[in-house]
């Protein structure tokens, strides 16, 4: 079984300013991992995933990724955030079945 | 592609009374899961079909809860008796199957038991 630690439960950044958003996996073995948006009144949809080869992942929207298994770690960044960006970030991990086991979530407020 | 369909979007209950929550996947898709969504417990899974078989249910409550896959176009999750503490955002998400595979999430169906 894997866990998922998001440790930043609130994140407020300027519009323009770089993003980072923590996320750390415990599990016996690498897991597939994942980034989720969570807009209001809305389902999640995903952001990126990761599961071998070249540790930075691109995503949607600008956002990347980057794997870290001696940190157990998934970090997600952002170069230049936008007003619209705001929303919730769920990180995800899905071991050796397929079920996800998803952080607490991070809710971004990026303001003017 | 309509993505993952999820009726009714608000369902308010009765306490002791019967909650159905409909989930049509996306087409092709042979993987369905549930999902119970709080403010207090984040995320949790509930359940798995794969190809209509029931695959694992480890996350659902021993109680009350029970989800069908009938055919390959929908699945529905039941709760008998509803009690306020299942008040949640219940999401189901559908993929081609297999644990390489993203999943696709529906907006989620409101529970609130009065």
């Known amino acids: 079984a894997q866990s998922v630690t998001q440790p930043d439960a609130r994140v407020t950044v300027s519009e323009g300013a770089s993003l980072q958003l923590r996320c750390k996996y415990s599990?016996?073995?690498?897991?597939?991992l994942f980034w989720y948006v969570q807009y209001p009144r809305q389902g999640l949809q995903l952001l990126l995933k990761?599961?071998?080869?070249?540790?930075v992942v691109q995503g949607v929207n600008g956002f990347e990724a980057e794997f870290s298994k001696s940190n157990s770690s998934f970090h997600l960044r952002k170069a230049s955030v936008h007003w619209s960006d705001s929303a919730v970030y769920f990180c995800g991990a899905q071991g050796t079945g397929s079920k996800l086991s998803f952080g607490k979530g991070a809710k971004l407020t990026v303001s003017p | 592609n309509a993505g993952v369909i999820q009726t009714p979007r608000h369902k308010v209950t009765g306490k002791g009374q019967e909650a159905t929550l409909w989930c049509e996947p996306i087409?092709?898709?042979?993987?369905v899961f549930w999902y119970r969504q709080t403010i207090v417990q984040g995320l949790e899974f509930l359940t798995y079909?794969?190809?209509?078989?029931?695959?694992?249910d480890s996350g659902m409550p021993k109680e009350r809860f029970s989800a069908q896959m009938p055919n390959q176009s929908h699945s529905t999750l039941k709760i008998q008796s509803t009690q306020p503490q299942d008040s949640a955002v219940y999401l189901c998400?559908?993929?081609?199957?297999?644990?390489?595979?993203?999943?696709?999430f529906g907006p989620g169906t409101r529970l609130t038991v009065l």
């Open positions: 087409s092709g898709h042979s993987a």
């Open positions: 998400a559908s993929s081609l199957g297999g644990s390489s595979y993203e999943q696709y």
């Open positions: 990761y599961y071998s080869g070249d540790p």
């Open positions: 079909f794969r190809n209509q078989a029931p695959i694992d």
């Open positions: 599990s016996s073995v690498t897991p597939y």
